[in-house]
């Protein structure tokens, strides 16, 4: 039976039909659908059959179908990215989302049903020739990515319910039965693990299984994140043991085989609060016009073997997660912070991408090979900076000035060729030992940082090039072009602002619009709609290509300390056999872009809560300071603003402009007063202060200091969309970074 059906089913795989119908097709008697029944049942069990609403069935291969990882903004609104990147996103209605929660995978019934050359018109709604990408629902959960969550305990007449924190988990979670273990208050922060839940239209069960204690105590917001986003600091046992069974020293029979390098000149730069040093640089001249580059990567896979120990379990983490007050790192320190740590006066072993550069900043040749290495110095970004704005003291911060001009030179080689300037000023929060912001750094994207960063992209696409030459499998970093149709509105802003625009689906016409947004009266909140255009850079098993960057191919190979993908890279690139530990390559390359999607959260959360928790306290002591913020939008509902010494945004309600009473004018560029006739405009500055925090709906309102507030041009601010990689500082929010 479950034979004659699955080939029934699959000769008309776009033709849902009911058990009734399908009885009468395979011309059954109708005392036999009882057994047909419990035939689809078992086959939606195994997941061959997917039941889709109304009584009817499609096996799970039909291209009405659709199988991925949900993505569910604040708004309740979800989109399921397409497997490999080579199709649009679905676009998923809050009301058809079902039970899926954020980052579950799902099956998802497209809203119309395929006919043939449904593939074709998803691929040409890709290249912008093809309407607006399919819509559809929600009609399995394959894979709950999280099931435990954090929320605030409520308790009313006897009645236990959570309250998750994650907004995106819009519904309480009741809690039947008080254990007789949990004793807490209304109001603590807890962790509740969900049952089984099917149905929108019933409210979500769970169960308490950690109290972690008052919200406002003392280590328990990050206590919080850890545990909704499932990071563990703690390694086990057998991972810390092999980890220091290599010893704290490079060992004699290590060096086999490797080129030295330890005469040379090698240098860091690294953040000043930086441990974990994984890339190092050397440059000498190389006769005239020309320079030899040596990029240096800590040789993680040396340790880290296939199967092991240490492999399981930084696969299993993916990458090093930075939250405000810690790290959570990928490896045990005892090779991320020592023995692959690429520590000054120490030998240390590494993968070196060597190559020939033209005076310009044309790629020559480029060699890869093992090596061993000594840093002669590290030098901080502050003190990178600092020796370049002054005449060098040695040979090293010679080398420095010399590499600062070819990275300068590669950048504008960059530029020309496509590659989006995308770079912008970075906040880090600085706690006192209670956990409390004690102040906060704002740090611009200055030459130190370029001088890194050109060098790690240059040795990335090189790692890229060479992979796809000899067609091993392997990982690649790949960034889509935008979606056409939200392109197209935002070019049409862009146009009612005057400001000339071509095609932006062409890199070139992108990086002119970005020089002139950069003299722009409005170019600050405009770049910012551009970034938030751009599609999230994501892991694929094949070169995708990367719009932000204008490369052919890309991958990550500068951070193996802190990234399983440029592990699985260097092995790609060293090993015999490219797929020795890598499994299947399109689900390692999902799983670790999901990986780094929980990763970006988790840091983005452990911000927004010490930054909550800092304008509450102006509020409660009644000593409010004042920002500068620029306007980035404007809606019905007030003025989006961004504040950039603060490195978040928010809103200033219309209700707060008490001068006058205020309504956005058509267009959206700006808010006119009725009576006054007073204006706020896209771009302007306003002086502000705290007014609200409402933490469960993740909102801070902003009142201005003065009456109407207007005051002079606000600072352009916007996510920073990097390209090598290389770890900088937590980002203002969380970029889709290259």
Known sequence: METLLLDHLTREPSLAATCEELRRSLSLPAKRLSELKRCLRRLEGRGEVAAIGSGRYLPTSSPALVAGRIQITRGGRGFLPIEGGRHPEIAIPASATGTALHEDRVLVLLDEVPRKGLRDRLSSALRGGGGPAPGGRVVRILERRRSRFVGTLRISSGRLSVRPDDPRFSREIAV????????????????????????????????????????????????????????????????????????????????????????????????????????????????????????????????????????????????????????????????????????????????????????????????????????????????????????????EEEMLHLAHGLAQRLRRRRFDAGSLDLDFPETKIRLDRAGRISRIDRHENDASHQLVEEFMLLANEAAAARLAKSKRPALYRSHQAPDPKRLASYREEVLSHAVPCGNLLRPGEAMKLLRRLGEHAVGGALKLGFVRSLKRASYTAE?????????????????????????????????????????????????????????????????????????????????????????????????????ADLGMGGMVPYALLHDDRYEPAPGGREALGRSSGRRHRLGDGIEVEIASVDAERRRVDFRPVRPGGAGKKGRAASDRVGGSGKRRRPRRRSARSA
């Not at 896979?301 to 696969?315: C, K, T």
Request: aromatic fraction near 6%; hydrophobic fraction near 35%.
């Open 176 to 395: 039947p039965d008080r254990p007789g273990s949990v004793a807490a208050e209304s109001g603590a922060k807890v962790v509740v693990e969900l049952a089984a839940w099917d149905s929108r239209h019933v409210p979500p069960k769970g169960r308490i299984v950690e109290v972690l204690g008052a919200p406002h105590a003392q280590g328990v917001d990050m206590l919080g994140v850890l545990r909704h986003y499932g990071l563990e600091s703690d390694f086990p046992a057998e991972v810390l043991r092999e980890a220091r069974s290599f010893g704290r020293r490079v060992r004699e029979k290590d060096r086999a085989g490797r080129r030295d390098c330890r005469e040379h000149r090698v240098v860091t730069i690294d953040p000043d609060d930086a441990r974990d040093f994984d890339d190092a640089i050397c440059l000498e001249p190389a006769g005239r016009k020309r320079w030899r580059l040596w990029v240096h990567i800590a040789d993680v896979s040396h340790y880290v073997r296939p199967g092991s120990a240490l492999d399981r379990e930084a696969r299993k983490r993916g990458n090093s997660s930075y939250l405000v007050d810690r790290v959570v790192p990928m490896l045990p320190e005892a090779l991320s912070n020592e023995l692959c740590s690429l520590k000054p006066g120490v030998e240390r072993l590494s993968k070196c991408a060597e190559f020939l550069l033209s005076h310009d900043g044309k790629v020559l040749s480029v060699d890869f090979y093992p090596a061993v290495i000594r840093s002669r110095r590290r030098f901080t970004y502050a003190e990178a900076m600092a020796t370049l704005q002054r005449e060098p003291r040695d040979g």
């Open 543 to 643: 070169p995708l290509g990367h719009f932000g960057l204008a490369k052919r191919n890309y991958t990550h190979f500068t951070s193996p300390i802190r990234r399983y993908a440029d592990l699985l890279v260097h092995r790609s690139l060293f090993e015999t056999d490219g797929k020795k530990g890598g499994g299947c390559l399109r689900e390692t390359a999902e799983s670790l872009s999901a990986r780094e999607r929980n990763s970006a959260d988790a840091e983005r959360d452990s911000k927004e809560l010490k930054l909550h928790a800092h304008l509450r306290e102006q509020i409660r002591a009644g000593r409010r300071q004042r920002y500068s913020a620029e306007i980035v939008g404007i809606n019905g509902a007030g003025l989006a603003v961004d504040l």
